[in-house]
């Protein structure tokens, strides 16, 4: 019993510690099938901005929270926000 209460603490720290999924990497918006999604791509295809438009089951919180996380740039705009990947900075 105690070998499964160390197993089930160990993978509750690891769930904690991870991070979300990076909101950049998702499809482009289908709009009306789909209200979240990448809106903007780089010349390689990888998603540059991003936006997420809240309904009434999702208020995109975790999303932007999500965004932050990933150390991207979140504009909260009363739930039509958008984050935007972080360029390198210039030397």
């Known amino acids: ?14 769930t904690a510690c991870s991070k979300p999924d990076d909101v950049l990497d998702v499809a482009d918006v289908a709009v009306p099938d789909q209200l979240t999604g990448c809106v903007a791509r780089d010349d390689d295809g990888t998603c540059i901005k991003a936006v997420c438009v809240a309904d009434d089951e999702d208020d995109c919180s ?23 990947r972080r360029t390198a900075e210039s030397d």
């Open 62 to 84: 975790d999303w932007v929270e999500a965004c932050l996380e990933h150390e991207h740039i979140a504009d909260v705009r009363n739930g039509h926000d958008t984050c935007e």
């Open 1 to 14: 019993m105690a070998k499964y209460l160390v197993a089930f603490l160990a993978l509750a720290a690891l």
